[in-house]
């Protein structure tokens, strides 16, 4: 062989050896980024408030941070810190339950608080205003005003707090109050049916105006309360293509921000030509903005942070919470609070607070049929002062977002059977001059502390309640007693006999000798087909309790619309019941049978292996109790009762004002 064969031969293995090398590094390389992205997907599943979008679990990385990220792959992701986040905490209401609620005569539909003075104005849907003073130790009614005579729709404070106006869609009509005075000085008549509204100015002038929205057009005018004449200052109406579903002003930019039917976002200023701040992106093509258009959604709610650098969305109909930074228009955070989401944390256990199944079942239900309703369209999203933390409503409660950390450090009244919706917080404020450093703040000084001590409040509204709660340092006293059992959780059974029956006990029970069982109710027959082979202890407790006579006078003691019906407790409160053989009996879940499909008849329960005499039938697809109900046959014939019953008026926590009886039982072969 030549030398120039050789060498020839030579490069070709070179060539060869570092194709496998450079092969084998992008494997090694693909592998970790696996593991980084598990890691991510694990994390976003583990905080309980709703998946991160793709690289947004930290602001936008350089290369060679996400070179850093791939090298740092395997090793365990620590949580996030920010410095004194004890202390910010600290500054919101510590106590998770309501310690006082107060009441307007109709639903309460709007809130918003002036912290100069520390007032809280309160609006409800019959047209009334009130307004009321916290002090440190106290919470009274001021004045109370009628400014509408129909159902108030917008409620905003000035950015100096000076002022609050208040608009009415019916009466075309908008009103100003004083927040120094606490009294009504003018009332703007329009020409056109009210939406949003916001307090804006003008780069040129620091005198307040207002941004109102024609609801049924793209229409924005900007109005002086104080002037003359009540034309419009500007009128714009090549903004927006569609009707106006938000505003918001950013003190800093001297820019407002608004959002559409449609899905757009703009930014302007208030001047003849609208144009945008100088000082933010340049072109709307770099930015995000254009996600709600691509997600078919639009924003609902718009919260600006106290340092005007970020904003906050919430957008319909796929309840997702969308942080941004203000200057880029780049997406920062999405959180999911979804009802598929929320599904699938409650299924995995994974969810801010740990609900009952049948009591998830109950906010999935009414979550649906707010948003059919269209209910969420006022829906709250604040920040806290320091802008640390987001809050906002949800169907677990009133979460509090580290939007740092993405960890949920906080649930407000999880507990209560109210469905929050609209939301203000005061922080308090401590003696002026108190607090000049973090160092200070930090110091175990008492005096320091006294003097920086707050009473900050979280005061929140509750859909179709013309109750309002406020959320503060003070835990309940001894009358919450009752209001717990007001508005707390019922359990779905709670028999008096905790003893679980053991395999060999259920292991003598007799052959069963019926397929069907009819239910002879005060408002029908109802028809059911067992499932003996799938489930035989079920069915068998079912039918030697119909035999015995068990259910006979019996009620259906809780119906939830969209959800199920439930019966079989002698007590007739949820409370009662117990198996044909004196105590509970175990699971019986078979994986082929699910509650995909209406009439579904299941065992309830108290928890796993806790089956008593209590059953219930679905009326509607309930999937996220697979796994955890007994499925032991279904309704094959009355399913027209089944509908009659649930249509039935029922109390607070779900009893039918109407008895609905089971007169007696009978069994089919």
């Known amino acids: 062989m030549s030398h120039g064969q050789i060498d020839q031969t030579q490069q070709q293995q070179e060539r060869q050896q570092d194709k496998i090398q450079t092969n084998s590094l992008v494997g090694d390389v693909t592998n970790l980024m696996h593991v980084a992205n598990n890691e991510r997907a694990e994390f976003s599943a583990d905080i309980g408030i709703g998946s991160v979008v793709g690289t947004s679990m930290t602001p936008a990385k350089t290369n060679r941070d996400d070179d850093d990220q791939i090298r740092t792959a395997s090793r365990r992701k620590r949580r996030k810190i920010i410095p004194n986040e004890r202390l910010f905490l600290s500054n919101l209401p510590s106590s998770t339950q309501y310690a006082q609620s107060l009441l307007h005569r109709a639903p309460v539909s709007h ?88 307090w804006v100015r003008t780069p040129q002038d620091s005198a307040s105006l207002l941004a109102v929205a024609d609801a049924d057009s793209p229409r924005v005018d900007i109005l002086d309360p104080y002037a003359a004449a009540t034309a419009a200052i500007f009128s714009y109406a090549d903004i927006h293509s569609a009707p106006l579903t938000s505003l918001a002003y950013n003190p800093k930019y001297n820019c407002v921000i608004s959002a559409d039917e449609k899905g757009n976002i703009e930014y302007w200023q208030v001047n003849a030509s609208h144009t945008r701040p100088a000082e933010v992106f340049r072109t709307k093509s770099s930015t995000d903005l254009y996600e709600f258009r691509k997600a078919k959604s639009h924003v609902v709610t718009v919260a600006i942070s106290p340092k005007s650098e970020h904003f906050a969305t919430l957008s319909k109909p796929d309840r997702q919470i969308c942080l941004f930074a203000f200057k880029s228009g780049k997406l920062i955070r999405k959180y999911d609070e979804s009802l598929s989401f929320a599904e699938d944390l409650h299924a995995k256990r994974k969810a801010p607070i740990e609900l009952e199944d049948l009591e998830f079942g109950r906010r999935l239900v009414r979550e649906r049929t707010l948003d059919a309703e269209g209910h969420h369209s006022a829906e709250s999203l604040l920040f806290d002062e320091s802008g640390l933390f987001l809050i906002y409503p949800s169907i677990f409660g009133i979460k509090v977002v580290n939007t740092y950390s993405n960890v949920c450090v906080k649930v407000y009244g999880a507990s209560e059977r109210m469905r929050f919706s609209n939301l203000a917080l005061y922080q308090g404020a401590p003696r002026q001059g108190a607090i000049t450093s973090i160092d200070r703040a930090l110091s175990a000084n008492a005096l320091l502390q006294k003097a920086s001590e707050r009473k900050p409040i979280l005061v929140a509204s509750a859909v179709d309640s013309a109750r309002f709660c406020l959320f503060s340092n003070a835990e309940p006293g001894n009358d919450r007693d009752e209001k717990q059992a007001e508005h707390g959780l019922a359990h779905i059974t709670d028999g008096p006999n905790t003893t679980s029956l053991d395999s060999a006990a259920v292991a003598k029970s007799r052959p069963l000798g019926a397929a069907f069982a009819t239910l002879h109710t005060s408002l029908g027959d109802i028809r059911l087909e067992f499932y003996s082979e799938k489930a035989p202890k079920a069915v068998e407790n079912f039918v030697t309790l119909v035999e015995r006579g068990y259910y006979d006078g019996t009620i259906f003691h809780r119906v939830i619309p969209g959800f199920m019906i439930q019966a079989g407790d002698p007590e007739g409160d949820g409370t009662g019941g117990q198996s044909c053989w004196g105590g509970y009996f175990e699971d019986e879940l078979d994986s082929s049978l699910c509650h995909d499909a209406p009439f579904m008849l299941s065992m309830a329960n108290a928890g796993p292996d806790t089956n008593g005499s209590q059953f219930f039938i679905t009326t509607a697809s309930a999937k996220h109790l697979d796994g955890k109900h007994t499925i032991f046959g279904r309704a094959t014939a009355g399913t027209d009762v089944i509908k009659a019953i649930e249509a039935v008026r029922t109390d607070k926590r779900d009893r039918p004002l109407q008895e609905i009886q089971i007169r007696s039982t009978s069994l089919h072969r």
């Open 111 to 198: 809130i918003t608080v002036a912290a100069r003075p520390a007032v809280v104005y309160t609006a409800s849907t019959d047209g009334t205003l009130k307004c009321w003073k916290h002090d440190v130790d106290s919470f009274d009614l001021l004045r109370q005003f009628r400014p509408h005579s129909s159902s108030i729709n917008e409620l905003v404070t000035s950015p100096d707090e000076k002022l609050v106006a208040v608009s009415s869609k019916g009466d075309k009509a908008l009103a100003v109050f004083d927040n120094d005075t606490f009294d009504q000085t003018i009332t703007l008549e329009l020409d056109f049916v009210p939406g949003k509204v916001c």
